[in-house]
Every structure is written in C-alpha cells, then in structure tokens.
C-alpha cells in the first residue's frame, strides 16, 4: 500500500538554496535567463517544425473566431458579483478573451503571417486596456469604499491578475520582435501595465492573504507566484527589481512547500493539485532553466507531490474528489507537466500514468493557459511509445495520514472490481465540504456511491452562507446524521483515527464524535473496510449517544448519495446502476444491503440544474437515508454491505 512517510521533513527551500536567493547572487544567476528557457521565440527554428494541422480543435476555433468581434467584459458583468452573486457572467468572458489571445499566438508564431500577429496586437492591448486584471470575485473595491466599479488606482492582485500578466508575459517572449515592428509602443504598454497593476503591489504590500504570512498557505500561494515569477523574468528588465521580485516569489513557493505533509497529500483534492502544487512544480521548473541549474529544485517533497494525482485516481477520468472538486478530471490539464517531473525523478508509475492521458488529449488545450500551451509545444518531453513504455502499476492501496484518506483496490494494480476511498480529515480545510467520514465506491472505475463535488461558484460560496449550499453539506454526503445534525465547522469539527489501514488489511476506523460536537470521538464509530475475500465493501457505524441536544431531533440516520439509477427492494436491499451518468457505457452496478433489516429508508432526489454537476452525474442524484428503529436511537449498530453487481 503507497503511503506517505509522516516521520519525514521536507528541507526548505531557501534552506536549500542558502545565498543564492539572496538579491546580488540571484541577479547574477538570471542575468541572460530569457535566452535558457525551454520556449523560445518564433524566430526560433524550432516552430518551423510545428505544423497548423498538428494543433487539432485549437487551429480550428482560432480560425472560426479571426476577425470577429472579441469577448467584451462590460462594467456591468463586474457589478453582477455584488449585486446577485454571479460570478460566470463576468469571469466566462474574461476567459474566453483570453483563450482566443492564446490560439492566436500559438498561430502567430507558428504561420508566420502579419493577420495573426494582428489578432495577437488586438488581444494584448484589450488586456492592456482592461480596466481590472482581477476577478470581481476577489476585488476588495466593494468591501473597502462600497463601488461596483474597479479601482484603477488601487489594482487587486489575484488569480485573475497572474493570470493575465503571465500571459502578456510568454507572448512577450515569443512574438517580441514582431510587435516591436508591427505595433511600436505596444511592448512599452505592456511593461507599464505589468508594474502597476503587479509588480509594484506585489513589493509595496505584505497585506495579501495569498502570501501565507498568517500560516494560512492554500493553492492561490503558488499560482500567483509561479505566474509572477513569468512576469519579473520576461518583462522586468531591470535587474536589482527583477531579483527582488523573483526572491519574494521564492519565498512564497517556500512557505507553501513548508505548509505541504511529508505524505505530499494536498487537502484541496486533485482537481486543485493543478492549480496549487503543480503551479508549484512549474515555478520552480522555471526557475532552474532561468538560472542554468543553479536554483535546483530537487527536494524530498516533490516525489510525494507529483505521486499524489495517481493515487487518488478511480478509473478512467474518475477520481476522488474531496472538498471543490469534480469527480471526473477537468479538459485542459498539463498532464505533460506531470510527466516531465515523474520522469525526472525516476517515477515510473506517475511517468506511465501521465502518458496515458497525454495519450488521449494530445492537443494543446487553451484552457490551460499560454504558458502551458507553449510549454508542450516546446517540450521535447522524453515519453516512450505506448508499446515500450512501462506499463501503469496503479498500487492497490494509499493511505495519507496527513488528510486521513484511505483508497483501497478489489485487484492489485488494476481499476477492475470495486474500489473503496474513505475519508477522516477535518472540517476546517481549504475549500471545505462537511465531509467528515465520507465514502466513496466505485465499480471498475466509476463512482456509484458518489460525493457530489463542486458546484458553480457564486458569492455565497466563499461567503458566510457557504453550507447553506446542498453540496456543501453533510447531509448530502455519505456520512451519519446523529440526532439529525449537520456537522459542524472548524479544525475542531474532526475524525480521529483508530485503526489506521494496511495494505494486509484495508481497513479505517474513524472516531466520528467530534464532528458533530459530541463528548466523545468514539460516541460514533464507523470502519470502513474492503473484503478481497468475499469481493465486498463494509461500512460499520457503532454509536453510543448522549441525550439529544436542543438543536438536534430524536432521529438517528445514515445517509448515503448514489449516482445512477438507483432501485429500493423490499427485502433490505438496493440496486444502483450507472444508467443515466454521462459517457458512461457500462451496465457493472452494486447490490446493497443493510442490517438492521429495520431500518427505514427514506429517499431523497436531487434533480441537479447546475451543468457543474449535472455534466458529470447526469440528471440526479439520489439519497438514501436510513432511520434506525427507536429502540437503537442511544446505543446501536448498522452495516452496509456492497457488493459488484453484473
């Protein structure tokens, strides 16, 4: 069974690059540093060797799209995030804006010709012209003077703002010359732009809650500094301001790698691996090309970071998801990225692993940013054919102490069969679901017994009403209700572990007490556990309750979320199906069963109109909630058993 080692400390980076952080050395070290990157400029004979017909649906929607109007965020997008809490309506332009500046440039560098470089000009300087680089999710205009309307003088650095200026900043490299002689001023606007809006609050203020300065490290830490980090060394050209910018970015990048468990297992889930820990990896990839070796990245951390995908994958595009995350893996991904570090360090199952997604979406995909477009263009990553290459070894278990997750396989190294996830952790993590003890089983694969994930983001999501959200709330996940409580929030809300598994026996006891704001963790106890012997999943809750407290009922309940077509017998048992997921063509589902046979089910369904969720589960979800008999209100015990049902 993959497990982290918790015993083990990670050295720090500016441990490990002691004096060469410092501002004279660094600013030695980058001296020439545009020359040394991996993408290189369209001058380069390199792109001569790149061909339009080679960039798939990228090639083509950038040709649809030349000479149409451009997406145009209006001041009234902005406003709808204080007004209704919308958040895509702005947001969704911004992005396809960008996305269109993204194959344009991609087409600019590689065709060579004077319309695309015009559509490229076009793009850059609408940014340029943009009022606000943040997202109006993240601006504090309205918290701090009540407008609607950006504050041009007082720029928000945020995801948005690295976003953009990280942008500006690859183009930059790449077509630099070009728009020198095709659109004179427009590289000096550029420039100017990225020091107002970035750099200059990025070294005047320590007040950015991103920066981790209170403790509180989560993945906006290395996606705004890996992105800053671009912009210093491709638009900063004073040396003394470059070094002290790409130092501070160093810095950051130390406190989130300090913030990450020796078990390199990252709270926000997979689906935020991406954009936190994998922004990481890229940052300091970037580094040690800026640097010709110098700032050498290798650090104990980064193989547990870069197993960590892998170890939370289901099947297919399936994965488990925990807190914001979707089940089914996002398009658009660096699996390229991935690759590059697991072959670095010598890791052949994150190596096969990433190649066979690299396999089925070889296209560059402008939703992952220019930089990472650019990068697979670029790369000449060393990736066997599929025939040579060593084949996936998924192990058939992983156990991360660190956030108390457990994924347990039926079959060694295979997907096949029934695979159980199991979650302790706490309710005070980033981007936190009350999930608290949840369970996940899938079926060669595929989700049956599901977390439901991420829903849209809106200003309630981030806001105080945050589980007055369904998807939010453990009530909608597959954990207990005792006397019909919701779980509670904060670090204090907590499993303890008293069985921790092995890969002898997959097994996790969890003490559930605390999360509820009970005396005792062990006034609830569930195990879960994976039966190679009989081919089943055990989920056992045992409780001993207190009186009910004044906010809670007389019930006790055991909730569970299934996706699919779901079938209540009448014999103390259940049918669920994937019929009715989308893209799902298997007919493989589970039999349930449960003791005691008593138990009175209720079922609940959640007809889902937010295509975040709908996209990945269908129509609905169903709930089925098992109300224990009266006589086992105080002290009692209830087992679900699951079995593959063909």
Known sequence: MATGNAAVVAPHLLAEWSGKTDAPPLARSLRGARDRLTVRPASDAGWQHLKLASLGQLATEAVEEKGTAWPQPLVSHYARYFRDGNRTAYEGLVARRQQRLTRAVVMAAISQEADW??????????????????????????????????DRTRPYLDLGAGEVVAQLAWLDLVLGDALDERAPGLRKRIRFETHERVIRPFLDRLDWHWLGLNGDVHNWN??????????????????????????????????????????????????????????????LALLEEATAG?????????????????????????????????????????????HRWAFRLGDSDAAAFAATFMDAAPDPDPRSGLGRVLTQLSSSTARLEPSKRAQLRLSWGTWLPSVQIMVARQTPGSTEGLTLAAKGGHNGEHHNHRDVGSVVV????????????????????????????????SGWHSVPAPFGLEQGTGQEFAATVLQAPTSEEPTLALGLGAAYGLDHP?????????????????????????????????????????????????DATATVTPVGIPTVSSTKGLHLRWKPATAVVLVDEWHLDDPLLSDIWGEKLTRLRFRMPYENHAAGVFTLTLEENS
């Open 117 to 150: 470089l015009d559509e490229v000009i076009d793009g850059a300087y609408l940014l340029c012209e943009q009022s606000s680089w943040s997202w109006a999710a993240h601006d504090d205009v309205f918290t701090r003077a009540g407008d609607v309307v950006p």
């Open 294 to 338: 110098v700032l050498n990245p290798d650090l104990p951390i980064i193989r547990e970071l870069v197993a960590f995908p892998h170890r939370m994958h289901l099947g297919g595009n399936w994965f488990l998801n925990v807190a914001d995350g979707p089940a089914r893996a996002q398009q658009g991904l660096p699996w390229d990225m991935l």
């Open 222 to 283: 290395p996606w705004i500094h890996s992105n800053i980090i671009v912009a210093a060394l491709l638009l900063v050209e004073d040396a003394q301001l470059q070094a002290q910018a790409v130092g501070r970015c160093i810095e950051g990048l130390d406190r989130f790698l300090a913030s990450v468990p020796a078990d390199g297992a990252i709270d926000e889930g997979f689906a935020y691996w991406w954009n936190g820990a994998g922004r990481a990896l890229e940052g």
């Open 442 to 473: 899938a079926v060669d694969g595929i989700p049956l017994l599901v977390d439901a994930g991420q829903p849209t983001y809106t200003a309630q999501t981030f806001g105080p009403d945050r589980y007055g959200i369904r998807a939010m709330q």
């Open 522 to 570: 062990e006034q609830w106890i569930r195990t879960s556990l994976l039966n190679h012997k009989t081919g089943s999943v055990v989920i056992d809750d045992r409780w001993n309750l207190p009186s009910p407290p004044p906010e809670g009922t007389h019930d006790v309940d055991v909730t569970y979320l299934l996706a699919g077509t779901v079938r209540v017998g009448d």
